[in-house]
């Protein structure tokens, strides 16, 4: 697990149009990083939704954000779209980037465990430390604690 202090992991991943973004293109930018399960879930709509409805405020105090799900760049596509979201949702196939963050893991759902993603967020300074990360974060608490971290 991260902590704060600690430098953020690069990473190059396929945004939802096909880009390919990376770690670095936000220096000298604060970044809310946050990985979650599945797109177009109920979760993680929430969340999503969350980040475009504080857009203004988080920009406003130069924040970027970007959501990581091992989702394919076309249904990260069609998500945005649906929801109208505006900012890059980027694709972790093989979630080798959610496993250097610390959020994918062991979970356990009716009584099944599995490995996934462990919603988690990350308020990254424009330095590419770690200023704040939150563990099984709830949906709504994402924007909230990065707001309160600034």
Do not use: P
């Given at each position: 697990m991260l902590t704060s202090g600690d430098t953020a992991p690069a990473f190059q991943l396929e945004d939802q149009e096909g880009n390919t973004i990376k770690l670095d293109d936000f220096r000298g930018r604060k970044l809310l990083l946050y990985f979650y399960p599945k797109a177009d879930t109920s979760g993680?709509?929430?969340q999503a939704c969350?980040?475009?409805d504080s857009w203004d405020e988080l920009s406003g105090r130069g924040v970027a954000a970007l959501g990581i799900s091992p989702d394919k760049p076309d249904k990260q596509k069609?998500?945005?779209q649906k929801y109208g979201l505006g900012f890059p949702l980027l694709s972790d196939p093989d979630?080798?980037?959610a496993?250097?963050?610390g959020a994918w893991g062991e979970k356990s759902m009716y009584g099944k465990t599995y490995e996934g993603i462990i919603r988690s967020s990350f308020l990254i300074d424009e330095e590419g430390k770690i200023v704040q990360a939150w563990y099984?974060?709830?949906p709504a608490d994402t924007v909230p604690n990065a707001l309160g971290a600034l």
């Open positions: 993680c709509t929430k969350s980040i475009r069609k998500f945005d979630h080798s980037v496993d250097a963050y099984k974060v709830q």
